[in-house]
């Protein structure tokens, strides 16, 4: 995952990031999923797989830290994630995407305690948290669940 920032690591708007920089994010955050599940194709299939696409909230609104490459590439991979699903589908391979909010990583901006003040649960999601989603999307309990992308984010977005 590729959240590039300014030089002083201001967010990133359509208007200044250059095109190296948009072609970076999209290798690293959208191209990499096609070519990893294209890879594994025969092994998903063989063991009815299940991927599952990390999106994020950036990728439906407009974030005050994300910039426009990165979140555009995660708006792409929640899309690429329904195609996914219905390419995959007859081979037995469920596709889902899991969007999470400010969570507790190396990579949050200054500034996120503000974010966190108005969340409803109040506080960063823990990488756990996160994890135990995608959990939830690779086990039989969500053997229907295909084409989903799921939000991990406090409520950030009612």
Not at 60 to 70: E, I, L, M, Q, T
């Amino acid at each position: 995952m590729i959240p590039p920032k300014g030089p002083n690591g201001e967010r990133l708007s359509t208007l200044d990031t250059d095109l190296m920089t948009w072609g970076q994010v999209f290798h690293v955050n959208f191209f990499a999923s096609v070519v990893l599940a294209r890879g594994l194709k025969e092994e998903l299939a063989a063991a009815r797989g299940s991927v599952v696409n990390v999106t994020s909230i950036a990728g439906s609104r407009v974030h005050p830290f994300a910039g426009a490459a990165y979140a555009t590439s995660k708006a792409a991979l929640a899309a690429l994630t329904r195609e996914m699903a219905h390419d995959f589908g007859p081979m037995g391979v469920r596709v889902n995407a899991i969007a999470p909010g400010e969570v507790e990583t190396g990579i949050l901006s200054p500034g996120t305690s503000k974010i966190v003040e108005k969340l409803p649960l109040g506080r960063l999601g823990q990488p756990e948290e996160v994890a135990a989603a995608i959990y939830f999307l690779c086990s039989q309990e969500s053997s229907y669940i295909s084409g989903a992308e799921i939000e991990v984010n406090g409520a950030q977005h009612v």
